[in-house]
C-alpha cells in the first residue's frame, strides 16, 4: 500500500514522503479498511513538528481516522462490519491506503455521505461529543465561549451548545470566519485579530460571567478565561494551539503562561478546569470512547449536527493541505481522497 509518511519534523511542505509500505493485517478485536481516503486533524499539524507527545517515532504514518470499506476482520471480531462502508477512528496509520483498527471504533455511514462530512465525525466528532454532552453537559440560558469556533471541534461544540439553548460566544482568527459561525448558531463572534478577545468579551457579557468555556488554544487564554468565569463556571481544555506559535523554548514559555492554580481557589470560587485528550481516553476507556463517537454519528443522520467541510482534496495535495490547516487558513473540516 502507498502511505504519506512522516520523514522529518518541520513544514509540512517538507516532512512527508509518499512511499509503499507492506499492507497491514488485523489483529484480534481489528478490521482492515480499504481507505477512501482520511482527515486531518490540528494535532496532526503539532506531530509534523515535533510537539506532540504520543506522537510514533520517525519514521511513521500519523492520522486518526479514515473513510473506507472493511475488508478483512481479525480473530475474535464481529462480521457484521465486513463489506460495509465505514468512517473509523485510527491510533495513528491513517494516512495511507489501508488501515487498521479496533472494531469499535467504526461507525457505519450510507454510501453517499461525502469522505470529508463523513471524517468530521470521527476524531472531531467524538471530541465535541465528549466535551459538550458528557464531561461539560449545557443548559438552556448558559453563556458559553468557543475558541477556536471555525475550527473542526469548535464548530460541532457551537452547534450543540446553541442546540441546548445557550448563549454562545465564538471566537475566531478573522473576520473572514465570522459569518461561517454565526450561521452555526452563535450569538456573538469575536475577530481575536481585532484586539483582546478577552475584552470583548467582558464587553459582551457586561455584569453577567461565562458559564462555560472550551477552550483549544492555552497558554495565556487559560488565565484569562478563569476571569471570565462566574460561579459554578467551568472551562474545558482539549487543546494547546498556542503552543505552536511559541518558538524556541516555547514549551517552557506556554506552561508558564498558564500560571498556577490552586485547587482551594477552584473550591472557593466555585470553578472546575477540565482536561480533554482522546487518546487516553481511548486507552482506557474505549467503550465510552466509542459511545461518544456513535452519538455524534446519529447526530448527523438525524440532522442535529452539520459539519462545515473546507475541502477535500486530492492525495498529491496533503502537504499544501496539512500547511493551510496549521497556519489556521482553514475553516471546519479538511480531508484528503486517494
Known amino acids: 500500500m502507498k502511505a504519506w509518511t512522516l520523514i522529518?519534523?518541520?513544514?509540512?511542505e517538507r516532512a512527508f514522503e509518499l512511499r509503499d509500505h507492506r499492507d497491514p493485517r488485523p489483529g484480534p478485536g481489528q478490521v482492515l479498511i480499504q481507505?477512501?481516503?482520511?482527515?486531518?486533524?490540528?494535532?496532526?499539524?503539532?506531530?509534523?513538528?515535533?510537539?506532540?507527545?504520543e506522537a510514533p517515532p520517525l519514521p511513521s504514518i500519523i492520522g486518526y481516522e479514515v473513510v473506507g470499506r472493511v475488508i478483512g476482520m481479525g480473530a475474535d471480531t464481529p462480521t457484521d462490519l465486513l463489506g460495509r462502508r465505514v468512517v473509523a477512528m485510527t491510533r495513528f496509520g491513517g494516512y495511507a491506503e489501508m488501515a487498521v483498527t479496533d472494531h469499535r471504533a467504526c461507525a457505519e455511514i450510507p454510501d453517499q455521505l461525502p469522505i470529508g462530512e463523513a471524517?468530521?465525525?470521527?476524531?472531531?466528532?467524538?471530541?465535541?461529543?465528549?466535551?459538550?454532552?458528557?464531561?461539560?453537559?449545557?443548559?438552556?440560558g448558559e453563556r458559553v465561549l468557543v475558541h477556536s469556533a471555525a475550527g473542526g471541534v469548535g464548530s460541532l461544540i457551537v452547534q450543540l451548545a446553541a442546540a441546548d439553548g445557550c448563549e454562545v460566544?465564538?471566537?475566531?482568527?478573522?473576520?473572514?470566519?465570522?459569518?461561517?459561525?454565526?450561521?452555526?448558531?452563535?450569538?456573538?463572534?469575536i475577530d481575536r485579530s481585532a484586539g483582546d478577545y478577552a475584552a470583548q468579551a467582558n464587553r459582551i457579557l457586561g455584569k453577567q460571567r461565562l458559564d462555560a468555556s472550551f477552550n483549544a488554544v492555552a497558554g495565556a487564554t487559560f488565565s484569562k478565561d478563569m476571569r471570565l468565569l462566574g460561579s459554578g463556571g467551568r472551562l474545558v481544555l482539549y487543546g494547546g494551539a498556542q503552543r505552536g506559535a511559541l518558538g524556541a523554548l516555547g514549551t517552557l514559555r506556554f506552561v508558564w503562561s498558564m500560571g498556577a492554580v490552586l485547587p482551594?481557589?477552584?473550591?472557593?470560587?466555585?470553578?472546575?478546569?477540565?482536561?480533554?485528550?482522546?487518546?487516553?481516553?481511548?486507552?482506557?476507556?474505549p467503550d465510552l470512547m466509542a459511545r461518544c463517537f456513535r452519538e455524534m454519528v446519529s447526530a448527523h443522520a438525524r440532522g442535529a449536527v452539520k459539519p462545515h467541510v473546507h475541502a477535500e482534496r486530492p492525495y498529491a495535495q496533503l502537504p499544501d493541505a496539512l500547511g493551510a490547516l496549521s497556519r489556521g487558513a482553514t475553516m471546519g473540516k479538511v480531508a484528503i481522497h486517494w
Open 8 to 12: 522529518a519534523h518541520g513544514q509540512p
Open 35 to 53: 481507505c477512501e481516503g482520511f482527515g486531518l486533524n490540528y494535532a496532526d499539524a503539532m506531530a509534523v513538528r515535533g510537539l506532540y507527545r
Open 119 to 140: 471524517a468530521a465525525l470521527a476524531t472531531q466528532g467524538s471530541t465535541a461529543w465528549y466535551a459538550a454532552r458528557v464531561l461539560c453537559p449545557l443548559h438552556p
Open 169 to 189: 460566544i465564538g471566537v475566531v482568527s478573522s473576520g473572514a470566519k465570522r459569518d461561517l459561525v454565526l450561521g452555526l448558531g452563535a450569538a456573538h463572534v
Open 264 to 285: 482551594i481557589f477552584l473550591m472557593m470560587k466555585s470553578k472546575s478546569i477540565l482536561g480533554v485528550n482522546m487518546l487516553k481516553l481511548g486507552d482506557h476507556h
